[in-house]
């Protein structure tokens, strides 16, 4: 029997190493070069027993092509899409318009060194880009092919962009409105941890009801059971006591309950086939 297709995409970074940029936490900071193997192994196995093995995109982060190029190696080895997250964990619009577009073209030249393919993706860290950014998606339409950092509840969502010199072919991930349509959701992440899978699945059948592509995103850390990337008290110590003791609650919420993510995968590609890598869309 036919199944419709949905398209894993996975955001590649390492949680631990951005978040402490983020706040300072950690002097010696470095790449967790071990852990983010662990979790790519996690993710093909996952991928070679449900999805058939399937290639698929990571949009990975371009600070792991310049100090672990090993990594997006494996991946593009593998057959992967190597697709651009920007070059650090941040909110694009948190830097002005000439050092994002600094930061995109730094990361494509690094990634295409290390992996000699043309990068045609990109996904904005945070889906922080939003309609009003125009200028924003002027640089990406000027650098990609396509883009998938909107969360748009349909396409005519994008009507709200004057297209006439923004060329790019968009791949949102839609949400959907539930609970009186009070909530949105978005299919991945930390909604697919806290909310029943029947959500999931609503929002699928939604989004294929417009005749759009059903995108679910997710992260290394999600595939992890042990909270691997969590960071102890005594990593925090030398912030003041209100930030360490908030930040080591809100950290649960990257970093526990994976394997009811896990379950909710397994099952929705019960249902649909992989649709594989967003690059062959266009």
Known sequence: MYKKKIFL?????????????SYSILKN????????FKTYFNIQDFI????NGDKITF????????????????????????????????????????????????????????????????????FSIHHSHRDYLKIVSRIFKYDSSLNLNSMQDLKKI??????INFFP??????????????????????????ILYNNILETLSKNEKPI??????EFL????????????KHKNFFFSSYFMLRQNQWNSGNSFIIKKLKKIFNVYESGGKIENLI
């Open 9 to 21: 995409t996975i955001d590649f970074e390492d949680w631990k190493y951005d978040t402490s940029v």
């Open 29 to 36: 900071n470095k790449i967790n070069e071990k852990l983010l």
């Open 48 to 51: 070679d027993k449900n999805l």
């Open 59 to 126: 949009f990975c982060t371009g600070i792991l092509a310049e100090k672990f190029p090993q990594i997006i190696k494996e991946i593009s080895k593998n057959g992967h899409e190597i697709a651009c997250h920007y070059y650090n964990h941040k909110k694009i619009t948190d830097d002005t318009l000439d050092n994002f577009e600094y930061n995109l073209l730094k990361s494509k030249e690094k990634f295409e060194n290390v992996t000699n393919k043309p990068l045609k993706g990109f996904r904005a860290p945070k």
């Open 162 to 167: 004057s297209c006439e010199d923004i060329d």
């Open 173 to 198: 991930v839609f949400t959907s409105k539930f609970f009186f349509n009070i909530l949105k959701y978005k299919p991945g992440g930390t909604y697919m941890k806290l909310f029943p899978y029947r």
């Open 216 to 221: 679910i995103y997710l992260h290394p850390y």
């Open 225 to 236: 059971q042990n909270k691997e990337f969590a960071f102890n008290f005594e990593e925090l």
